[in-house]
């Protein structure tokens, strides 16, 4: 029994480090976002300065500091992917203490069908290596509602240093996100209060408030100290308010957006989610915890006008749990080998990765070719027959976390092989180091916006506009170019297939 314990331990720590940490060099960053935020965390960094995020020498509002100051321990520490080691370093960490306290809470059999069913969903990885800010807000205010599951089964003395964790947690969720954090809690703790209102008082006393102001008011204070009025204005107003509200920040989508999100980053594993039952997930003050989590934080993010995919990303644990209950409580194995059957577009996905993060997804599919797409089926029907077996034939206690296995083993392979490629035609990392002669050279031309941020971020912001200073060179194009300031895109591809 020890030795099968440890043999699943380390299987589990191998699968995890390979689909979280060993892909993380193979690609450089990607996207309008990760080059400013990295570039924020080396200012940080160089400057010594955690107090004021600065952008290409302007202050930045947008957002808080945590992750900045993630990516400035990351940089002091000599990692090239400074921001996105950290983010996956903590995803990690979360997944380790969602068991734990899962396990405390419930039973192993719940903790590790939870634990295998979010380590391997396709939201959570997805972003799990991001620099980004959605995963740290995630994993910060789901390891604070966690704290608060004896709670909210009605324990009538609530653990104090369960409440002061929630609190501290709950703050370090505001360094992160802002206010997104608190309403997130708030959606969860509702039914509780509501039923007892006298209950809010365990999480509104100094036991959960002393903490959550001792962690996040002094960076608040003195970002307001130093820089004024603007800050409020630029991050309460307008990143709060504005993109809650206003279809200014040009992220509009329509209040379904979330439904076919959500289906998607709970692959593999959306059918046991379908499959889920009222009684599941009302039948006991923990799931109706869970489930006002889950619903409250679904219902808040779809009312906003602005929303991007990652925005769903702290509805995801409640859900697993729940899933998880629901298999414990009555294992469905054929909505378990539905799930694993998903598993054949894996490495259709892979293939798609790369043209869909320069093109777009609808623009991707243009360039598979018939081999690529042939790979991509072959293997996809191996890998879900393999897991589909495992679902269907193993026991119960099993069948989940061997059909994570072979997801976990898919999605580390896919990245691998995506990641570069991807990097080469969404970023900016390849494009600089290989024509470095040219580069010094050159100007930056016609490029679209993530291709200028990561143009900046990589040379230290020291390559100038062509219409301000026109060279030899100029770097153009979707994907970029270095090409001869005389000839044209077209002809350059020509001469240069």
Not at 142 to 166: K, V
Not at 253 to 281: N, S
Not at 344 to 351: K, S, Y
Not at 357 to 378: E, I, K, Y
């Amino acid at each position: 029994m020890i030795r099968a314990r440890a043999s699943a331990t380390a299987i589990a720590a191998a699968l995890a480090v390979g689909l979280y940490l060993l892909p993380v060099p193979y690609r450089g960053l990607v996207g309008p976002d990760e080059p400013r935020y990295a570039s924020i965390a080396r200012e940080m960094s160089e400057s010594g300065d955690l107090v004021t995020p600065v952008l290409w020498g302007e202050p930045w509002f947008e957002k808080p500091a945590m992750l900045f100051w993630l990516g400035a321990a990351g940089h002091a520490a000599g990692l090239e992917a400074y921001t996105r080691v950290p983010v996956a370093l903590l995803c990690l960490g979360f997944l380790g203490f969602f068991r734990w306290k899962l396990r405390r809470e419930f039973d192993s059999v719940t903790a590790n069908a939870a634990t295998c069913i979010l380590a391997t969903s396709a939201g959570w990885v997805a972003y799990s290596d991001a620099g980004v800010f959605d995963a740290p807000v995630t994993v910060f205010v789901s390891a604070a509602l966690l704290c608060l599951l004896p709670w909210a089964r009605g324990q009538e003395t609530p653990n104090r240093r369960a409440t002061a964790w929630f609190g501290a947690l709950l703050g370090l969720g505001v360094l992160s996100k802002g206010l997104v954090a608190p309403a997130v809690a708030l959606f969860a703790v509702l039914p509780v209060v509501a039923r007892r209102p006298r209950r809010a008082l365990d999480l509104w006393g100094p036991r959960a408030l002393l903490p959550f102001l001792a962690v996040c008011l002094p960076w608040y204070l003195a970002c307001y100290l130093r820089n004024g009025s603007v800050f409020v204005e630029e991050f309460l107003v307008r990143h709060h308010w504005d993109r809650f509200l206003n279809s200014s920040l040009q992220h509009v989508q329509p209040w379904w957006f979330f439904v076919p999100v959500l289906l998607v980053f709970l692959l593999p594993w959306t059918p046991l989610l379908l499959g889920c039952r009222a009684k599941t997930m009302w039948c006991d003050p923990s799931q109706r915890f869970l489930s006002c989590w889950a619903l409250g934080s679904f219902v808040f993010f779809s009312a906003s006008v602005n929303k991007l995919p990652a925005y769903i990303l702290p509805v995801l644990p409640p859900l697993a749990v729940l899933m998880a209950i629901q298999w414990k409580a009555g294992p469905r194995r054929r909505l378990l080998a539905a799930g694993a059957c998903t598993l054949v577009l894996v490495p259709l996905a892979g293939a798609l990765i790369p043209p869909a993060l320069a093109d777009g997804v609808t623009r991707a599919w243009a360039d598979l070719t018939p081999g690529s797409l042939l790979r991509g089926v072959l293997g996809g029907f191996a890998l879900a027959g393999l897991a589909g077996f495992a679902a269907l034939k193993a026991r119960p206690s099993l069948a989940v976390p061997l059909v994570a296995a072979v997801t976990a083993l898919a999605l580390a392979l896919i990245k691998l092989e995506a990641y570069p490629p991807a990097s080469r035609v969404a970023g900016t990392r390849e494009l600089l180091a290989g024509d470095p002669a040219s580069l010094g050279q050159a100007c930056i031309g016609e490029v679209r916006r993530h291709t200028g941020y990561g143009l900046r971020h990589y040379t230290r912001d020291t390559i100038p506009s062509c219409e301000d200073e026109p060279r030899a060179f100029r770097i153009e194009g979707d994907p970029p170019l270095i090409v001869p300031n005389s000839r044209t895109r077209q002809e350059a591809r020509e001469e240069d297939p």
